[in-house]
């Protein structure tokens, strides 16, 4: 059974940067879509962004020119780089991983510029928190 644990999640000052990792343990298989949702202070979930094994990346609007997501497959960790952050991007993030319909799902959403709430992941870690102060 794929375990997933977020880490590198902190208090910043809005300018600053952040760099979550998330491991994956128990793979047989890698999955075919990874990805990192958010959950602040309205309590709504979102996509920030997501990779297929094949390298390919989606962003939401407020990721985008900002974060950049990678993952290592030899050791199996997903990383999501965070720069010039803003006090919105204060909140709980998860690390999840899901079939390639997860992605797809994904990337529909953030190119019609709409919200996605991951209900086609499977797998989600236990969160980190990320706190950016103004």
């Known amino acids: 059974q794929v375990q997933l644990m977020e880490s590198g999640g902190g208090s910043v000052q809005a300018g600053g940067s952040l760099r979550l990792s998330c491991p994956a343990s128990g793979i047989t298989s890698i999955p075919h879509c990874m990805a990192w949702l958010r959950q602040g202070s309205e309590n709504e979930r979102e996509g920030v962004s997501a990779i297929r094994p094949d390298g390919q990346t989606s962003y939401a609007d407020a990721a985008k020119g900002r974060f950049t997501i990678y993952q290592d497959n030899a050791t199996n960790t997903l990383y999501l780089q965070m720069n010039s952050l803003k006090s919105e991007d204060s909140a709980l993030y998860y690390c999840?991983?899901?079939?390639?319909?997860?992605?797809?799902?994904?990337?529909?959403?953030?190119?019609?510029?709409?919200?996605?709430?991951?209900?086609?992941?499977?797998?989600w870690g236990q969160g980190t928190q990320v706190t950016v102060s103004s």
């Open positions: 999840a991983a899901g079939p390639r319909a997860a992605c797809i799902f994904f990337t529909a959403h953030t190119e019609a510029h709409a919200r996605y709430s991951g209900e086609e992941f499977e797998t």
